[in-house]
Every structure is written in structure tokens, then in C-alpha cells.
């Protein structure tokens, strides 16, 4: 069964340096979606991509954070100076287009830790 | 925008009973799915259940979609049953909105 990937799976950073976390959709989706958890804490939508353009964004989603669909199989979020606060669980989601279910499937996840 | 209750918060179990997980939203919705957070940290899609009823092995869900609530049943629990239960619900197309998640202890 068709899965989402992400690498890597965890992640130690400095305070101040970039990061990129990486997934790959299930091949034929078109709708993109980060979503994070703070532990302990329940999972916050992040950002939504379809089309090649962001579709919706939250709060959390500032200036700091970027995402890219550098080519047709991966999609990538850019942390550009991490802050403590942005240790969590970092989970990457597509969807298909027109689908019946509208089920979005989830990755495994990316633990960042910013010390 | 959409909001989503979920309880009980907690829940700690007997190996062997049954339980029930419920979960409130808001507004009307186009998505509804139940996950299980394993002790990785992995998010399991359970069910995708919009309105109506879905079994698989000793789990079942049923929502209701014209009064706003799901409910997640578990029989006869293991062990490996323990973790947390988010609910998520949203429009089509758009973000699913989280519940605070239930967390399950299954003691044996």
C-alpha cells in the first residue's frame, strides 16, 4: 500500500539554524499538508499546498517557515532560524484530488529537537 | 472555524473490556478520521467516517453526522490497544482540525 515518507526521522538543531524537513506524498496526490505536535500537546495544522501555491496557513506560520515542491515526488518545509519553541513532532500529509474517501494520509513523522 | 471535543481525556482499561471514545465537532464536515498514536509517535489512520458506521476487527466507529459526534469503540482491549486517540475533523480539500486526543491505558 502506497505510503507518505519523511526523513529524517529525528532531528537535533542549534538555536538559529535552518532546517529542512523532507517528504514524499503518496505518488498521485495533489493536496500537501504539514501539520505539528509539541509534546504532550495535541497535532496543529501548519500549512496547506495544492497547486503549487499555499492554500491556507495558520498562525504558526510565519514568516520563519517556507515550503517547496522542488520537484514531482518531494515536498519540503523550511524551518530558516529555529527557535526552541519549535521543538516538536513534525508530521507531513497529502490527499487525493476529487477523492472518495477525502482521507488524508499521514507520515511517520520528523522529531526536531532545537537545543 | 471548526472545533473538536473529544472525550474522556483519559481512560485506563482492564485487558479484555470494552470502551468507548467520543468526539463533538462543531460544524458540519466533509472529513472525519480517527487516529492512533502509537508510543513512536506515529499517527495510525484508523477510520475515515464522515457519517455512518465502519468496522474493522475489534474496532468500530459510528458518526452522526446531523447531531455532530463520532464514537470510537474498542472490544475486548490489549495491551497494544494503549496510546492516545485523536479525532479530526474538517471541510473538504482543507486542514483537519484535532481533537485534545484520549489517552488509553490497557493494563493487562
Known amino acids: 500500500e502506497p505510503e507518505v515518507t519523511q526523513t529524517p526521522s529525528h532531528q537535533v538543531t542549534q538555536m538559529g539554524q535552518e532546517v529542512i524537513l523532507r517528504c514524499v506524498p503518496i505518488?498521485?496526490?495533489?493536496?500537501f499538508y504539514w501539520y505539528r505536535q509539541i509534546l504532550g500537546q495535541k497535532v496543529e495544522f501548519l500549512v496547506s499546498?495544492?497547486?503549487?501555491?499555499?492554500?491556507?496557513k495558520s498562525e504558526i506560520f510565519d514568516d520563519q517557515f517556507s515550503v517547496e515542491r522542488p520537484d514531482g515526488s518531494n515536498f519540503t518545509l523550511k524551518i530558516r532560524s529555529t527557535k526552541l519553541e519549535d521543538s516538536a513532532m513534525y508530521f507531513c500529509?497529502?490527499?487525493?484530488?476529487?477523492?472518495?474517501?477525502?482521507?488524508?494520509?499521514f507520515g511517520p513523522g520528523t522529531r526536531l529537537l532545537v537545543l | 472555524g471548526i472545533q473538536v471535543e473529544q472525550s474522556p481525556p483519559d481512560l485506563i482499561l482492564q485487558e479484555g473490556a470494552n470502551s468507548t471514545l467520543r468526539c463533538n465537532f462543531s460544524?458540519?464536515?466533509?472529513?472525519l478520521q480517527w487516529f492512533h498514536q502509537n508510543p513512536w509517535g506515529q499517527l495510525i489512520n484508523l477510520f475515515y467516517i464522515p457519517s455512518g458506521t465502519k468496522q474493522n476487527g475489534r474496532l468500530s466507529a459510528t458518526t452522526v453526522a446531523t447531531e455532530r459526534y463520532s464514537l470510537l469503540y474498542i472490544s475486548s482491549s490489549q495491551t497494544t490497544d494503549s496510546g492516545v486517540y485523536f479525532c479530526a475533523a474538517g471541510e473538504y480539500g482543507n486542514k483537519l482540525v484535532f481533537g485534545a486526543g484520549t489517552i488509553l491505558r490497557v493494563k493487562s
Open positions: 505518488s498521485n496526490h495533489l493536496y
Open positions: 499546498f495544492y497547486n503549487n501555491e499555499i492554500s491556507e
Open positions: 460544524d458540519s464536515v466533509n472529513n
Open positions: 500529509a497529502s490527499k487525493a484530488e476529487y477523492s472518495i474517501p477525502e482521507t488524508q494520509y
